[in-house]
């Protein structure tokens, strides 16, 4: 792994140079940050879970036609990715009003919101990801009309295609964040999803409880983060029924410094 060109380190992943051309390796660290990385910590096992659903997610995307990054998973902890040009916008998709939403139009928490509403962040660090209007997109050129159609309706269709893949188990999407790439092929870019779709950047609720089983976790102190991720693995399919063997082979691999 060191001995891999690595390309780029985010709060939650590492990206290093694909085994060819146009490609990338995600790694999934257990890093987790909040707050615009104020807090950090670190949720064991978190990056093992979450490249698994991430994996699975995409998967079932690409299979109802969203063009993704995702290539295939490698190992425990990277998948092998399309390497695109990552455009500067967060989207949000929100069903249920929470976090900032609820905190800046004073919306409480929970509120079922009468029609999704898709909302776009500047990626921008030192400016705290701020939100922004389709007037600033067009206006600085970070995406073309066209793209951000595209976008839109992608978003829109992740949003069916999630809601229903999570009701079937029992959870709520309350929403989520997604991030767009473009791709050249010849003189021609399109627009694929890319990044991950992870319970880092969902919100997801438990039906029955409301129960909370994602990153506010973290971020509210509530505590077990990591069985929050496992279970959301679990009730996925992902995780044999009653034991968590993948992650204690991956805690046994860290421990022996692998
Ligand atoms: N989100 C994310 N990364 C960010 C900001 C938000 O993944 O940098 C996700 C977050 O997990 C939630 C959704 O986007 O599912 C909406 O987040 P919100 O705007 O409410 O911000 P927060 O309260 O989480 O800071």
Redesign the pocket.
Known sequence: MSRRRQIYEGKAKILYEGPEPGTLIQYFKDDAT???AQKKGTISGKGVLNNRISEHVFTLLGTIGVPTHFIRRLNMREQLIRQVEIIPI?V?V?NVA??????RLGIEEGTQLPRTII?Y?Y?DDALG?P?IADEHIACFGWASQEEMNDIADMAVRVNDFLCGLFAAIGIRL????LEFGRIWENDYARVILADEISP????LWDMQTNEKL???RF?RDLGGEAEAYQEVARRLGLLPEGENSVLDLDQHRQKRGK
């Open positions: 909040a707050f615009n967060e949000v929100r929470a976090g900032s939403l609820s905190k909302e962040y990626k990801d939100l309350v929403d989520f964040k880092d950047g969902c919100r994602d990153k506010d971020r």
